[in-house]
Structure formats: structure tokens, C-alpha cells
């Protein structure tokens, strides 16, 4: 999810300061690294509370890269569990796409972007259902490029491990 949810946006960046990492997380948990590795370059990453603030709706995160504030928000019930892990990854794959965007010159798989018909094949090899995934994307007009990111960041999250999702954004956002 990008910057689409604009009441989702205005409660992160209004919660963000008082949001911490899962507890559940240590300290050298993937997980705790990536978000540590994207706050470093300047990618606040903060937790809402699907049952406390009504801003998440139906959204499981999003990334959000407003100038001079970029946001990466992870709605989630009481616990942190395997999907969080796999949504927090989805959205900074989103954050690696905006770097990438930014400066196209940066080589390798990830930086040269998938188109949505690589990004289909990908997932069939893999055995994911991309068209599931993207239906209310299409249901909501999204047009072809978002939903080329979308299926790029779905499929790569569910197979990439975090470790691999941090050496990509420490790569192609080194200069970000």
C-alpha cells in the first residue's frame, strides 16, 4: 500500500513518536534490524494498533513517502507473528521501490524493477496467488504501474527472508 489512505497517513505521522518496535521483536531480530536499517535513513517505522485506532480499516501497513517525513506503518493485532513479518517486508520493498524510482541507475534484480508480467510469472513458479492479492487494488482503479509495484512487493515479500528484504534496502537506498 502506498500513500492511498490519507486518514491512515495523518494517524501515523501523529502516532509515530510514541510507537515502538513489537516487543515481541528483539533487539537482533530481523525484523528490529530492518526497521533500525530504514530509521537510519530517515523512514520512521511505527505500530498501530488495529484495535485502537479506527485509521487502519481493512489495511494490514503501509508506506507512505511523504517529503521530508517517509512512513512505514504496520497495522497488527495484540501480537507479532509470521505475517507481520511478512507485511512489514511488503512495505519496506515499497520503500526500495521509491529509492529505486528515484535513481534509476542502480543495477541489480530488485533495482531494475519487475514488470507485472514478471512479476506473474515469478509467482506462479513460486506457487503464490498474485490475482488474489491484487483484486482490490484493481476493484479501486489503481493503474497499471501501481499495480505492477503492488505485485512486485507481494510476491518478492513472500519469498524473500528479512535479511535478504535489508540487504536490498541497504544497496539500492544507500544514498537515499
Known amino acids: 500500500m502506498g500513500i492511498r489512505n490519507s486518514a491512515l497517513a495523518a494517524a501515523a505521522l501523529l502516532l509515530l513518536s510514541s510507537i515502538c518496535p513489537p516487543p515481541t521483536q528483539s ?3 530481523p525484523e528490529h534490524r530492518l526497521m533500525t536499517v530504514m530509521a537510519g535513513h530517515g ?14 480499516g481493512a489495511l494490514e501497513g503501509a508506506y507512505m513517502p511523504q517529503k521530508g517525513e517517509p512512513a512505514l506503518v504496520i497495522c497488527q493485532e495484540d501480537v507479532w507473528d ?13 520503500a526500495i521501490q521509491d529509492c529505486r524510482d ?22 506462479e513458479k513460486h506457487g503464490i496467488d498474485l490475482d488474489q492479492f491484487l483484486v482490490p487494488y484493481s476493484m479501486t ?5 501501481e499495480l505492477a509495484l503492488e505485485a512486485e512487493a507481494y ?11 535489508i540487504a536490498e ?8
Open 141 to 145: 482503479g489503481a493503474d497499471d504501474h
Open 82 to 94: 509470521d505475517f507481520r513479518s511478512m507485511v512489514l517486508r511488503h512495505e519496506a520493498i515499497h
Open 169 to 176: 534496502f541497504s544497496r539500492v537506498c544507500r544514498s537515499a
Open 102 to 123: 528515484n535513481d534509476p541507475k542502480w543495477p541489480g534484480w530488485m533495482a531494475a524493477g519487475m514488470t507485472r508480467q514478471q512479476s506473474e510469472a515469478y509467482a
Open 43 to 56: 523512514i520512521e517505522v511505527g505500530l498501530l494498533s488495529k484495535q485502537h485506532h479506527d485509521a487502519c
Open 27 to 29: 533487539t537482533g531480530s
Open 155 to 165: 510476491v518478492l515479500a513472500q519469498h524473500l527472508t528479512t535479511d535478504q528484504v
